[in-house]
């Protein structure tokens, strides 16, 4: 520690009580002038004692070359000569503290000194965090970080900044960010909903457009984290902007090439109607005119494909009204359930006279449905069935119409669905096959149970499924008896 006084018995008293206080640390003394220049050219100390009034020099003129020669080193003040404001001068200047020269501000020395080291190694603490931080942040380029004030000045800059931006640090510092950056700010403007989001919250994140220099925009990913003061009252905001374009670009494209693939799904599915309809219009007339038995053969094929194209044709239509229009729609009208699914039951008997079809019935069925989205529904749930199903257990068709909402369930026994299979199962263009199931079986676009499934949910409904080689394979439907809400694309 560094003693300056030109009086040698103030000198040795403060000596005395710092060599007690502080055993092996090293005193330097400086009692004149040449002293004092010869400590100048020497090495760093930890801390300094100076009195005000000296014969070469003031107080602050020491304090001064102190500050200049060993910058953050603490120096305190003890002196019988300084007045108040001047020792409140030299404490606006950077002194730790002024002490007069009696006895106990003698024996407070030693705590003075303790406390102005502490806060001289806090000091220096802060000062090489700062640093690193303005490393760290100067170092990462991809990210623009900078500090903006309450009313949205731009206080630093850093060096990712300037390169997404274009901005230098000089050409921004100082200025509204919001004119700068964003896209049809008048100037002046104090930043917006972003800093109302901060200071609410703590922290707003988003994504908008942002401007750089020039009048080039970008999509950036942004961040504004609010500073707060005493009182809690915002003192700044940290705003971190990250250019996210090609990624924005990237979503834009997948966006629209989905878009353009289902419009195009649309229009080429309806489109084909009109001639399937005049091949199976032909197909039927032709058999009436000519009755040899290979073109009856041939017609009946033709008029089987049509009919499976026109199939197709549906669920194209329906996957993309769903997809576009926001979801299938459906016209409820009063009607018994109860009857629709017994009639479709009945029908899918006679069309598979060979395979067993159980229908149980219990309560009423009286609701406000679609009958005819419902009658896919259930011809579609039961013809998956009997076409995976174990062709020597009949499929189970049971309606619970005691409760609301109504259930229908369709099961049926043989090789259960593979797990793998379970997650997609209701995603469109999903196609299942198995080993027990035939390629005519199997054939069709894979839309079915993702509109069984559009269907259920456009009535308010849900359906689920399980599958086990034990208890067989069950998709169960709930569907209320009546709309809960007013149903709105989605």
Not at 19 to 24: E, H, K, Q
Not at 291 to 309: G, H, L, Y
Not at 391 to 414: C, F, K
Request: proline share 6%; charged share 30%; net charge neutral.
């Amino acid at each position: 520690m560094l003693v300056v006084d030109d009086s040698r018995s103030d000198r040795l008293m403060a000596i005395r009580v710092l060599r007690r206080a502080f055993p092996g640390c090293v005193l330097e003394e400086v009692e004149d002038e040449a002293r004092w220049r010869q400590v100048l050219t020497g090495p760093r100390f930890d801390a300094a004692i100076i009195d005000y009034r000296l014969p070469w020099a003031d107080g602050m003129e020491l304090l001064q070359s102190i500050q200049r020669r060993w910058p953050g080193v603490p120096v305190l003040m003890l002196s019988g000569t300084a007045d108040e404001n001047q020792a409140l001068e030299a404490v606006q200047e950077g002194l730790e503290e002024y002490l007069p020269k009696t006895a106990g501000s003698y024996a407070l020395l030693p705590r003075s000194v303790r406390f102005a080291l502490e806060r001289a190694r806090q000091r220096q603490a802060l000062i090489e965090a700062n640093e690193t931080l303005h490393l760290v942040i100067e170092g990462v380029r991809g990210h623009a970080i900078f500090l903006v004030d309450p009313e949205g000045r731009v206080l630093t800059w850093n060096a990712g900044a300037q390169a997404i931006t274009g901005y230098r640090e000089e050409e921004v510092v100082g200025r509204f960010v919001r004119p700068l950056l964003v896209p049809e700010a008048s100037p002046g403007e104090r930043l917006g909903r972003e800093v109302e989001e901060a200071v609410r919250r703590g922290v707003y994140t988003g994504e908008g457009w942002r401007l750089r220099k020039g009048g080039g925009r970008f999509w950036a990913d942004i961040s504004v984290s609010a500073l707060h003061g005493e009182g809690g009252a915002p003192r700044g905001f940290v705003v971190v902007l990250r250019d996210v374009s090609e990624r924005k670009r990237l979503e834009e494209e997948r966006r629209q090439a989905s878009e353009f693939r289902e419009r195009l799904l649309g229009i080429v599915s309806h489109d084909l109607r009109s001639p399937l309809q005049a091949i199976l219009l032909q197909s039927q007339l032709l058999p009436r005119d000519v009755r040899p038995e290979p073109v009856m053969r041939a017609t009946s094929r033709i008029s089987q494909a049509a009919e499976r194209m026109g199939r197709m044709i549906a669920d194209l239509l329906d996957f993309t009204r769903g997809r576009l229009g926001g979801g299938i729609p459906v016209e409820r009208v009063p009607g018994d359930l109860l009857v629709l699914v017994r009639e479709v039951t009945e029908e899918l008997r006679l069309a598979h006279p060979h395979r067993r079809i159980s229908f149980v019935a219990m309560g009423e069925g009286h609701g406000e449905w679609d009958k005819d989205r419902l009658t896919q529904v259930v011809q579609n749930l039961v013809s998956n069935a009997l076409k995976h199903g174990a062709e020597d257990v009949p499929v189970r068709v049971e309606m619970q119409g005691e409760e609301d909402p109504v259930v229908l369930s369709i099961h049926n026994e043989g090789r259960p669905i593979p797990p793998e299979l379970m997650l997609h199962l209701f995603d469109p263009f999903r196609r299942g096959k198995d080993a027990g199931a035939s390629d005519r079986l199997t054939t069709g676009l894979g839309l079915g149970l993702y509109i069984v499934q559009e269907i259920v949910h456009a009535h308010g409904g849900t359906i689920h499924v399980t599958s086990s080689a034990e208890a067989g394979t069950c998709f169960t439907v709930r569907l209320p008896r009546r709309p809960l809400v007013a149903v709105s694309p989605r």
